[in-house]
């Protein structure tokens, strides 16, 4: 148990459908972060929510849309998709303003786009 | 953030000490060392993190050299269930922990 969880764990679509991935913490922080994991990449970070404000967007298509109601909840907002969308999605959470808190990851959700 | 490197794959018996390297010639004097590991299927996991000093918890013991170019991973008593890939991040304290992967090291442990 990490404190962090993810649902679905698992989730195949269509490149037309809408989807949703749902993140959340139950350590108390107030940064939220949705990172990718590609077959044989490193993750690449992708977003940054900080106290509820997006504080960073890498260049992320915007088929990809983060949204982040309160400081314990995070989604991801998914619609026509590419089949090189398939991965791991990871969601993190970590305390802003407190040197040296460490990320606390989820266990992710596999994505496959057909 | 200063580049780190890592050996791409080491093994280890059980029972044994499980060293991992990490290069990071480049480190600035403000950078701090992470380590997290990555079971298969899992989340990234948090181990240990130093600034100069050795440090040490219940997963495992951090050894950086004196002039911070490098540093050391050390589980003390590898099991089978610290296969894993290892992750050494250097990263700027910042008001939000942002982390930036490399490949890792991919440490098995044989029985």
């Known amino acids: 148990e990490t404190g962090v969880t993810q649902t679905p764990r698992h989730l195949v679509m269509g490149m037309t459908n809408k989807k949703s991935l749902k993140c959340e913490q139950h350590?108390?922080?107030?940064?939220m972060y949705w990172y990718k994991q590609s077959a044989k990449k490193p993750l690449e970070l992708m977003f940054v929510y900080s106290l509820e404000e997006r504080v960073e967007n890498n260049s992320v298509p915007s088929r990809f849309s983060p949204e982040c109601p309160n400081s314990s909840h995070l989604f991801l907002h998914l619609h026509t998709l590419q089949p090189e969308d398939s991965a791991l999605y990871l969601c993190a959470s970590s305390q802003e303003w407190e040197m040296n808190s460490p990320l606390h990851f989820g266990n992710g959700t596999r994505l496959t786009v057909t | 953030d200063a580049k780190t490197t890592q050996p791409p794959s080491m093994d280890c018996a059980e029972g044994r000490a499980a060293n991992l390297p990490c290069n990071h010639s480049?480190?600035?004097?403000?950078?701090?060392v992470y380590w997290y590991r990555q079971i298969h299927s899992q989340g990234p996991q948090y181990i240990i993190h130093?600034?100069?000093n050795n440090e040490t918890n219940e997963m495992a013991s951090l050894i950086i050299t004196e002039d911070r170019k490098s540093s050391t991973l050390i589980l003390p008593h590898a099991t089978l269930r610290d296969t894993a890939v290892y992750y050494c991040?250097?990263?700027?304290?910042?008001?939000?922990?942002?982390?930036?992967f490399g490949q890792g090291t991919i440490l098995t442990v044989h029985p």
């Open positions: 480049t480190i600035s004097g403000n950078e701090y």
């Open positions: 991040i250097v990263r700027v304290e910042t008001s939000y922990g942002k982390l930036t």
């Open positions: 130093g600034l100069k």
């Open positions: 350590l108390g922080h107030n940064a």
